[in-house]
């Protein structure tokens, strides 16, 4: 059997704290957002149509959610998913590909103000400015 020692685990802790705040509290709620209460006092709110993984899921599987013991970690039991609570306090949602295709949505409003300039020849030229 291994044997830890005082300055190994002195050494984890160290690193842990390294990796952000944690999570002292999760819920779910039904405007379909996640909040997330860290222990460094925020508060935490993000649609779960951003967090990949998410977004398809029922609002049951989304009320069932397990905190890690360190708070490093959310687990969604009924989905088996898993999202990193210091990842979401930097902004990120998922894996770089998803936060590429995340940055290449477009609102209906934007994609219709793009099809109205498209009927009018596209994007109006820059005036030339003479000094």
């Known amino acids: 059997m291994a044997v830890i020692t005082d300055e190994e685990i002195a050494a984890a802790r160290k690193a ?56 490093w970690s959310l687990h969604f039991p009924a989905i088996d998913a898993d999202v990193y609570v210091p990842s979401l306090f930097r902004g990120i949602y998922g894996s770089c590909a998803w936060m590429r295709e995340l940055g290449r949505r477009t609102s209906p409003a934007k994609a219709a103000a793009a099809r109205e300039n498209g009927k009018k020849g596209g994007r109006p030229r820059k005036a030339e400015v003479h000094a």
Request: charged share 20%.
């Open 16 to 71: 842990g704290e390294d990796v952000g705040p944690c999570a002292i509290a999760a819920y779910y709620f039904a405007d379909r957002s996640l909040g997330v209460e860290l222990d460094n006092g925020v508060m935490l709110r993000v649609p779960v149509s951003l967090i990949q993984g998410l977004g398809e899921a029922s609002d049951e599987a989304l009320a069932a959610i397990e905190i890690s013991p360190v708070g």
